[in-house]
């Protein structure tokens, strides 16, 4: 590598950390999400508080799974629950309702079929996401699907696990990429949080009083 090459690494690596320490202190700029259309606003209202999240629904790839909370490991790593039927939300992300952080969920792929997410990499842009809460369903609008290998994820948690962005975002993550013996991958969604949907007269369309 000649001296060029090195001014060139030294500086993209000193880019990659600037744009990591943006996003800690949650100035990296968000999506705006489906969230902040006009036209869509009038059909939510925010939640009234955050509130734990108890069941995920996924109509696209007919999924429904009850949630429960999980935790870190001793060594950094955020195992999904046991059960393959059941996802786990990391219980120091942000709950549904909140207007900050991300709510990060996570579950099974399992290669010989029946786990919760093995169809996660199905779903495309503009899905509803459901979560189930003690205080109302929120809606949730997927924004982007992507696959990041176990490297890629590693070297982006800050950017996908970070509880200092400034607009929500849903975060599901699930295994992919089975060689035989393991799972090489991660299938990614982000979602916007669009809110609770007012109900509406079905006579005349418009929200219910």
Known sequence: ????????????????????????VGFALPSPGVASDPKLAPAYVALSAPSTPELLI?????????????????KGVLTPPSDVHEVGWWKRSAEPGATSGQTLITG???????????????????????IKTPLGIVDY???????????????????LFS?????????????TGWTGKDYTSNIIV????????????KATGKKAA
């Open 58 to 74: 996924v109509p696209e790839i007919k999924l429904r799974a009850p949630i429960v909370p999980i935790e870190v490991d001793p």
């Open 108 to 130: 099974h792929t399992v290669h010989t079929g029946g786990g919760v997410m093995n169809r996660l990499g199905d779903l495309r842009p503009g899905a509803v996401i459901r």
């Open 1 to 24: 590598m000649n001296a060029a090459d090195d001014r060139l690494g030294g500086l993209t690596k000193r880019l990659l950390l600037v744009f990591l320490a943006m996003v800690v």
């Open 190 to 201: 982000f979602a916007d949080q669009l809110g609770v949907r007012q109900a509406t007269d």
């Open 163 to 175: 509880q200092a962005r400034k607009q929500i975002r849903l975060v599901l993550v699930t295994c």
């Open 141 to 159: 609008r997927t924004t982007k699907v992507f696959v990041y290998t176990k490297a890629e994820l590693a070297a982006h948690a800050v950017e």
